[in-house]
Each structure stands twice: as structure tokens, then as C-alpha cells.
């Protein structure tokens, strides 16, 4: 029932965006040229940065109309649900946004998507990607997407003056003071931790897991064999129920709950760094704040020194529609002016090694640092290390256990998920 509920939701956002009507609009040589982009960058802060790469799109490719077809709702929650029932009815869009890793991999695994190694040939992409990156979207020496960038999940968005009323000297670096912290907060009056949807819960929960686990049990959970059930990974949920018990009402997706703490009402907000682009753009877009003054980051508790990863990239589903419309997309998403004039506004950093980097400033910069020396870890609800049957089952765990609070079912509900990943 909510499957099918979401994505008549997600259809009637796709068709009040224009999506779906290539057919209807006439079917002739212009219908054709439209290039359907699928994405859910939507809302402020995301839009920003696909609104530079369509316009360096226009200007290249007089021939094609970018079509965009995003479908509102954080992390692609709607949109993903969507573009898989379009995908099972063998009706893909021209081009999809999609995760590397466990997400991209379930798409190539099920035939739905081109090999690109033409386009990785004719541009040397091999030459410019981090050879780990290529790993993620690859399939025995076929690699299936184009990245376009580098988001970092676990980040510590704060309220500097929040903190400062509350006693609070600076970011918490371990779990045990971040739950110090956030009952300073509360005794203040403010909101300790302000939270979106409920994908922002699962977001939440995979910095709390790498911040009580530490990097090599969390990255151990999506290895075969792992241990789901040990007393450590149970303190690990503990630490979640405590951390939750200080979150204010849930907002309706991240960008009100990442506001909250920009407006002085929440002191702290787990958020990727998409959350910088919302901060830190202009008005339309985003919210024009100052960094270090209406908001400030740290990594989140107990997890400095490694980077949770997660990384756009732009496919060629098999049956595209404008499949040559799609490749020049690929083009620009791939090219480092795309990159570098996606990226800045976007609040990621490139996937391309040679980009400008004086184009990364303020948080970026650090964000590029960090991402230089820092061990790695994946994201959950970014598709990285599960795939997408294992997130859905740890979606409904999740909500399950905001209802119940109940740790023990939790953990059961994990292993289970763990189990039947078919991964
Ligand atoms: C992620 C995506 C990011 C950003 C975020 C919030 O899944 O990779 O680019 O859009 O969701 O919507």
C-alpha cells in the first residue's frame, strides 16, 4: 500500500514538472530533441547546482531541450520509488541519477543500464576518476555511471550562539558528549536536535553506528558474515534511542530541519553536506547565512579522521529514449567545467582529481581535505554499502522503532535485514 501510494505521489509531482508527456506533446522532431534528466534535486539548495550544469548543457547542445524531470523529496525517498516502477515497466527516463555502490549495482545487476566503457574511452575518464570510485560502479571491467561529485554524510551542522547560551564550548567529539551536550541544550529551552522525514532518521543512524562503533566494526557490518547482534552493536543503539529521545518534531524533509538550526530554534542538526549549499546560498536558493557565525560543522560525534562517503552519478538506462541526447548529458556531467560549476553550489566536492580547487572554499575546502586523508566509510541511506531491498528493510526497522522505542526488537529487525539482503 505505501509503495503504491508513493509513487502515485511521486507520478503526480513528475507530471506537474512536465515529466511524461513526451508522447503527448506531438511526438514530433522537437518532442524528440528533449532529454529527460531524472533527479530529485528539486528543492533549495539542491536545485542550484543542476540549474549551472543544465545552462553549460543549453550552451553546448543547441540541438537538445534539457527536460527536467526531478521529483520533489530528500534523498530521492519519492523519486527512487518511482524510477523503479518506470524501470520495471521498461520505460526509463533518458538519463537517472543514482548512487554508486550497492544502489548502482542492483540497477546493472538487474540489465537495466548501458556500459559506458565507450564514453569512459573517448573522454579518458579512467585517468581522472579515484580509482576507488570507479570499483563502486563497475561490473567485471564495465563501468556503468558517470560521478559527479563527492558528498560526505556524517557532518555536524551547528548553531554557534545556540551552543554558546548553553554552556557548550565547541563541537562534541565523542558520542558521550554529544548526549552531554544535547541535555545542556534542552535545559536552555532550545531544540537539541532537530530531524526531518523519516530518511533522515537512517541518516542519522549510520553517523551514530560509525560514531559508536568506530570505522572498522561499522565497515565489518557489510562484509559477508558480519555480526548484527553483538553487545556493541547494541550500545550503538542505545546511544540512537538516547540521542532521539533529544529530537525536536520531526519537519517535513531536511531543509526545514537543517533551518531550524540556522534560525537559532535548534542547536545541533546531522546532515551531508548538501545541507552547506542550503546554508551557505544566495537567497532564492538558499538561506545566505555566514559560516562559523549563523552556523558552524564538525564531524559528527566520534567519527573525526574518517569521511562517510556517498557519490551522485548520471546513467545511460538500455531503451533511452533520446539515447544521444543522454551521452551528451553524460558529457557534461563528466567534463570538469560540469563539475566544477556543479559542485561549488551543490555543497559537494568534484569526483574529477583535477578540478579547480580555489573554486572550494570555506567548508568545501575542508571538505576536500578531509576527503584527501581520511579512512573511508559508506553511507547507508545514500546507497553506498546496502543495497536498496536491505535499506528499505532497515527504513522499516527504523520507523518502527521510533514508534516502539524497543532496542531488542530493533536488533533483531537489523540481523534480519542483514540476512535476507540478498547482497
Ligand atoms: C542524497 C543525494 C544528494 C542530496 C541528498 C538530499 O541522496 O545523494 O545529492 O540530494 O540526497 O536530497
Known sequence: ??????????????????????????????????????????????????????????????????????????????????????????????TFQGHAGAELQGYIKS??????????????????FPQQLIDQISVQGQVYSVPVNIHRSNVLWFNPSVLKKAGIDGA?????????????????GKIPLSIGSQWTLVHLLESVLLGSLGTDAYNALWTANADWSN???????????????????????????????????AAFNIMGDWAYGYFHNPPEGGLGKESHKDFDWAASPGTDGTFMWLSDSFTLPK??????GAIAWLKVAASKEGQDAFNP?????????D???????????????????????????????????????????????????????????LVAAAKNSGQ
Open 1 to 94: 500500500m505505501a509503495a503504491v501510494a508513493v509513487s502515485v505521489a511521486g507520478l503526480l509531482t513528475l507530471s506537474a514538472c512536465g515529466g511524461g508527456d513526451k508522447q503527448e506533446s506531438g511526438g514530433g522532431q522537437a518532442a524528440q530533441k528533449k532529454v529527460e534528466v531524472f533527479s530529485w534535486w528539486t528543492g533549495p539548495g539542491e536545485a542550484d547546482g543542476l540549474k549551472a550544469m543544465r545552462e553549460i548543457f543549453a550552451k553546448q547542445n543547441p540541438n537538445f531541450e534539457f527536460f527536467d524531470a526531478a521529483v520533489a523529496g530528500g534523498s530521492g525517498d519519492q523519486a527512487r520509488a518511482l524510477l523503479s516502477s518506470k524501470l520495471q515497466a521498461n520505460q526509463p527516463p533518458d
Open 172 to 188: 562534541p567529539k565523542t558520542i558521550e558528549e554529544f548526549i552531554t551536550d544535547l541535555e545542556k541544550v534542552k535545559k536552555s
Open 231 to 265: 553487545a556493541n552493536v547494541t550500545k550503538a543503539l542505545e546511544n540512537f534511542k538516547t540521542i532521539l529521545s533529544y529530537a525536536g518534531s520531526p519537519q517535513d524533509d531536511w531543509q526545514p530541519a537543517a533551518k531550524q538550526v540556522a534560525d537559532g530554534e
Open 111 to 128: 540489465g537495466k543500464l548501458e556500459s559506458l566503457n565507450f564514453l569512459y574511452d573517448e573522454l579518458k575518464l579512467k585517468e581522472v
Open 319 to 324: 531503451g533511452a529514449p533520446n539515447r544521444d
Open 355 to 413: 578540478a579547480d580547487q580555489s573554486l572550494y572554499k570555506d567548508y568545501l575546502s575542508w571538505d576536500l581535505e578531509q576527503w584527501a586523508s581520511d579512512k573511508l566509510a559508506g553511507s547507508i541511506q545514500h546507497g553506498v554499502v546496502a543495497n536498496d531491498q536491505w535499506r528499505q528493510a532497515i527504513t522499516d526497522a527504523v520507523g518502527l522503532f521510533q514508534q516502539d522505542k524497543d532496542v531488542a526488537k530493533f536488533q533483531q529487525a
Open 345 to 353: 553550489l551543490k555543497g559537494s566536492i568534484p569526483a574529477r582529481k
